[in-house]
């Protein structure tokens, strides 16, 4: 089978679980595969792995363009059962253990975390940061937009002061000179005449005369 023909069957598969609602185990109950072979179908690089008659179980349900809850698995075959673990009794030194690891639990030490638990962690770990990443990046990009309109606006101020300041400096310059022709302009006022030796002198004269 073809690297191309897998990948037609397993996006198919994907499609399938996703718009079913149904996990691993549900999924292998009704093809009637190991489930194990269901979570590799997922990811290529575990495709090697998969045995051909998983594959050939895959590619016949494919080809029936059906619900995978509506495979019929063929009359007579063996159904597929998830071997179980037998249960071993202890040794005398793993029951020490054992009575060690119940003590601590008594005394309050957390208990230890599985893998996919401290998969999970880790899982939220990693995309709590991105978030956080990305929050920061939004932030930093918002105050550089803020801090280049505040420069922007610092700059359009400063240029109406510029501006503002050439006209006073203009008016100014205005006023000086309109100022300055007014007064070179102006009317000189012309002293009066002084007629009072003028009629005293006069007045002498004709009483000198009259007296003659």
Known sequence: MTDQRKKEIADHYMEAVNREELHTGEAGRYLNLNPCYLSMVKTP????SMSQAAWDRLEEWHETRDKI?????PEGEEIF???????????EGELINVKATSREKKKGSPPPLDRKAKKADKRKTVELDARLEDAIGILHARLEDAIGILRGQIRVNDLRIEVLEDLVEKLNNKVSSLTARL??????SAPKPNNKRKHSGIIFFQRNYYKS
């Open 45 to 48: 690089k575990h495709w090697s």
């Open 69 to 73: 809850a509506a495979f019929v698995i």
């Open 81 to 91: 059962k998830k071997p179980e673990r037998k249960a071993s009794l202890p040794e």
């Open 183 to 188: 007064e070179t302009h102006s009317p000189v």
